[in-house]
């Protein structure tokens, strides 16, 4: 069983770093998919980037393209979201997923293709 557990989050000014990281309390994920996600103010959750089990495929959306970066180095290590150039519009709340043997022909940015959430970690970008 995967359970997600977020970490990292907090508060920084305009124009800074902030990494976040998701690991499983449970399984390992080295069989998953992982997805990361936000929900800013106003707004429906919405895709962030994602990364394939096999770390073949990384995606991001446009918006944080350039600026953020998904990395996973092992199987037993967690998957991180690096966010540099941090804007106020990031605020928000970030989940991250998980779909096994989840590819780049998975839907990897659509909520429904996952199968496990974490609690999400608050990020809070102040101008």
């Known amino acids: 069983q995967v359970q997600l557990v977020e970490s990292g989050g907090g508060s920084v000014k305009a124009g800074e770093s902030l990494r976040i990281s998701c690991a499983s309390s449970?399984?390992?994920?080295?069989?998953?998919?992982v997805g990361w996600f936000r929900r800013t103010q106003g707004k429906e959750r919405q895709f962030v980037g994602s990364?394939?089990?096999?770390?073949?495929?990384?995606d991001y959306d446009e918006s944080v393209k350039g600026r953020f970066t998904i990395s996973r180095d092992g199987a037993q290590t967690p998957v991180y979201l690096q966010m540099n150039n941090l804007k106020p519009d990031d605020t928000g709340i970030y989940y991250c997923?998980?779909?096994?043997?989840?590819?780049?022909?998975?839907?990897?940015?659509?909520?429904?293709?996952?199968?496990?959430w974490g609690q999400g970690t608050q990020v809070t970008v102040s101008s």
């Open positions: 997923a998980a779909k096994k043997y989840g590819t780049h022909f998975s839907n990897l940015d659509r909520e429904t293709t996952y199968e496990y």
């Open positions: 449970g399984s390992s994920l080295s069989s998953y998919a």
């Open positions: 990364v394939s089990w096999n770390r073949v495929s990384i």
